[in-house]
Antibody, heavy 119, light 109 residues
Framework: EVQLVESGGGLVKPGGSLRLSCAAS????????MNWVRQAPGKGLEWVGR??????????DYAAPVKGRFTISRDDSKNTVYLQMNSLKTEDTAVYYC??????????WGQGTLVTVSS | QSALTQPRSVSGSPGQSVTISCTGT?????????VSWYQQHPGKAPKLMIY???KRPSGVPDRFSGSKSGNTASLTISGLQAEDEADYYC?????????FGTGTKVTVL
C-alpha cells in the first residue's frame, strides 16, 4: 500500500524554526518527485515546494511566499522527505501535506501535520 | 502566481449534474494539459479525482468528468450523490511550477 506519513508539526513562536518529516512506503521513493502543499485554517490549498529525484538533479523549487525561508531535502536511504522552515510567520500557520507528483497529478497525499505559529 | 478562480459554491439535488469552473490564464490552464481536480472532505486530505484535464484514476466513479476550453477548465459531477458533498480544488502546472484554484464547496440539497 502506498503511504505517506507526516510528522513534526506543533506550536512555534514567530521567527522560530521547525522541521517536518514525511515517511514514504509502498513505492520507489528515490524516483519520486516529492512536494509539500499547505492549507491555512478555513482556506484553500497552496503549493509550497518540491524536490526532484537525484536522477533528475535533486533540485528544489519553492513558492514565492516561502522562498529563502523554507528548504526541502530528502534522504533516499530512509525514504523520507523533509521541510525545514525558518523565520516562521503567523501566516505560515497551516496543515502541511506531503504528496508525490507524476506529470501534473498529486497522488497520493499524507494525512497532514498542523503547524501553528503564534506568540 | 495568482490562484485559479473557482466559484465559491455550487449546489444541486441528488441525481442532478453540477459543473465547477476553474479559470486561469495562458500561462497555466491555457498553456498546459496538466489540469487536475481534488476532492476534500472536512478534516481529510485531498483526493485526486481527475488528472491531465479529463482522465480518471482507477476507483473514481465515471460520474466525475473533466474538460478544458481555452483558459478555463471544468469539472462535472453527474448523478450527484450525498457523498459528493465536499470541497473541490483545481490545479494546473504553471511552470512555477504549480497553482491551485480557490476552491468550490459542493452542497447536495
Amino acid at each position: 500500500e502506498v503511504q505517506l506519513v507526516e510528522s513534526g508539526g506543533g506550536l512555534v513562536k514567530p521567527g522560530g524554526s521547525l522541521r517536518l518529516s514525511c515517511a514514504a512506503s509502498g513505492f520507489t521513493f528515490s524516483n519520486a518527485w516529492m512536494n509539500w502543499v499547505r492549507q491555512a485554517p478555513g482556506k484553500g490549498l497552496e503549493w509550497v515546494g518540491r524536490i526532484k529525484p537525484k536522477t533528475d538533479g535533486g533540485t528544489t523549487d519553492y513558492a514565492a511566499p516561502v522562498k529563502g525561508r523554507f528548504t526541502i531535502s530528502r534522504d533516499d536511504s530512509k525514504n523520507t522527505v523533509y521541510l525545514q522552515m525558518n523565520s516562521l510567520k503567523t501566516e505560515d500557520t497551516a496543515v502541511y501535506y506531503c504528496t508525490t507528483v507524476n506529470a501534473g497529478r498529486f497522488d497520493p497525499w499524507g494525512q497532514g501535520t498542523l503547524v501553528t505559529v503564534s506568540s | 502566481q495568482s490562484a485559479l478562480t473557482q466559484p465559491r459554491s455550487v449546489s444541486g439535488s441528488p441525481g442532478q449534474s453540477v459543473t465547477i469552473s476553474c479559470t486561469g490564464t495562458s500561462s497555466d490552464v491555457g498553456g498546459y494539459n496538466y489540469v487536475s481536480w481534488y476532492q476534500q472532505h472536512p478534516g481529510k486530505a485531498p483526493k485526486l479525482m481527475i488528472y491531465d484535464v479529463s482522465k480518471r484514476p482507477s476507483g473514481v466513479p465515471d460520474r466525475f468528468s473533466g474538460s478544458k476550453s481555452g483558459n478555463t477548465a471544468s469539472l462535472t459531477i453527474s448523478g450527484l450523490q450525498a457523498e459528493d458533498e465536499a470541497d473541490y480544488y483545481c490545479c494546473s502546472y504553471a511552470g512555477s511550477p504549480y497553482v491551485f484554484g480557490t476552491g468550490t464547496k459542493v452542497t447536495v440539497l
